[in-house]
């Protein structure tokens, strides 16, 4: 069974960082391109990171272009974000996604972890 | 880039039909046959609906229907079920090498 488990949310003040993890399991994770997706209260959804299986592909949103860095390390089987710089607006949950195998859609999504920023 | 352009709001009685349209531009969801749709209940994690347009993953109901005209994506729901109602957003790749999701519409099931 697919699972994905992200950690290390919680509550920082502006201009603080933050670095979330997610953690893989029940399919082979290197052969999967990764994903970073948010969601702020009460609004929508908005696509924020991409990197492929092997990380030679790192794609951003441009409202976290500059700020975030988005790793993998597939010995351990984890997806990571580390978010500097953050802002009122980075409030939200954030999911990590799985891309399908030929990719362009968002096939597994873990639970969230949310990520207050505030002072 | 801009979010695609989707309804707030639908609704329809049990059994009937209802669609949700999704309007991009010709740099993301009418240029790729890459719309995807997402099933999202309160407080839970999206979930995969259609993909490539007018694909089904495994294991959801031949209710949910995509298709695509031009620069607008469409998602129906045939035989509406309580258990339908839902926020749902389309995606698109584009151009730019990113993807972009709409803004969501809330599904009332009457």
């Known amino acids: 069974e697919v699972q994905l488990v992200e950690s290390g949310g919680g509550l920082v003040q502006p201009g603080g960082s933050l670095r979330l993890s997610c953690a893989a399991s029940?399919?082979?994770?290197?052969?999967?391109?990764m994903n970073w997706v948010r969601q702020a209260p009460g609004k929508g959804l908005e696509w924020v990171s991409h990197?492929?299986?092997?990380?030679?592909?790192?794609l951003y949103g441009d409202s976290v272009k500059g700020r975030f860095t988005i790793s993998r390390d597939n010995a351990k089987n984890s997806l990571y974000l580390q978010m500097n710089s953050l802002r009122d607006e980075d409030t939200a949950v954030y999911y990590c996604?799985?891309?399908?195998?030929?990719?362009?859609?968002?096939?597994?999504w873990g639970q969230g972890a949310l990520v207050a920023v505030s002072s | 880039q801009s979010a695609l352009t989707q309804p707030a709001s639908v609704s329809g009685s049990p059994g009937q039909s209802i669609t949700i349209s999704c309007t991009g531009t010709s740099s993301d969801v009418g240029g790729y046959n890459y719309v995807s749709w997402y099933q999202q209940h309160p407080g839970k994690a999206p979930q995969l609906m259609i993909y490539?347009?007018?694909n089904r993953p495994s294991g959801v109901s031949n209710r949910f229907s995509g298709s695509k005209s031009g620069n607008t994506a469409s998602l129906t729901i045939s035989g509406l079920q309580a258990e339908d109602e839902a926020d749902y957003y389309c995606n698109s790749y584009t151009s730019s090498n990113t993807w972009v999701f709409g803004g969501g519409t809330k599904l009332t099931v009457l």
């Open positions: 029940g399919f082979t994770f290197s052969d999967y391109n």
């Open positions: 996604a799985r891309d399908r195998p030929r990719g362009y859609a968002f096939d597994y």
């Open positions: 490539a347009v007018t």
């Open positions: 990197i492929s299986g092997s990380s030679n592909n790192i």
